[in-house]
Nanobody, 124 residues
Framework: DVQLQASGGGLVQPGRSLRLSCAAS????????IGWFRQAPGNVREGIAS????????YYADSVKGRFTISSDDAKKTVILQMNGLKPEDTAVYYC?????????????????WGKGTLVTVSS
C-alpha cells in the first residue's frame, strides 16, 4: 500500500524559510501527481502545490506562487516543498497527498493517499 511520510514542519519567524519533505513508498505506477495541501484552523483544506510524475507539470495556488517551490526526485519518490518568505497566514497543518489517477485536479476529493500532517507555525 502507498504510504506518505512528511517531515520538516516547525516554528519560524515571518520572512524566513522552511523546507518540507514527503517520502512516498509503495507507489507502483509511473503516472501520478504528488504534492501538498494545507489547512489552517477554521479553514477548508487548500491545495497549494503539485507536480506530475509523467511530464513534470507543476501547479501552484495563487496564495503561494512566487514564494514556494515544489520539486521531486522520482528515483527516491520524494517531493520537496521549499517555502520562502513565510507569512503568518501560512500557518497551517501541511499534508502531503498523492493522486494515483493524475486527474489534473488538485483538490482533496481527488486524492487517493494522504500523509500525516506536519505543523508549520509562522510567528514572531
Amino acid at each position: 500500500d502507498v504510504q506518505l511520510q512528511a517531515s520538516g514542519g516547525g516554528l519560524v519567524q515571518p520572512g524566513r524559510s522552511l523546507r518540507l519533505s514527503c517520502a512516498a513508498s509503495g507507489v507502483t505506477s509511473d503516472d501520478y501527481t504528488i504534492g501538498w495541501f494545507r489547512q489552517a484552523p477554521g479553514n477548508v483544506r487548500e491545495g497549494i502545490a503539485s507536480i506530475a510524475s509523467i511530464d513534470g507539470h507543476i501547479y501552484y495556488a495563487d496564495s503561494v506562487k512566487g514564494r514556494f517551490t515544489i520539486s521531486s526526485d522520482d528515483a527516491k519518490k520524494t517531493v520537496i516543498l521549499q517555502m520562502n518568505g513565510l507569512k503568518p497566514e501560512d500557518t497551517a497543518v501541511y499534508y502531503c497527498a498523492l493522486d494515483s489517477t493524475a486527474s489534473g485536479l488538485w483538490v482533496p476529493a481527488h486524492m487517493d493517499y494522504w500523509g500525516k500532517g506536519t505543523l508549520v507555525t509562522v510567528s514572531s
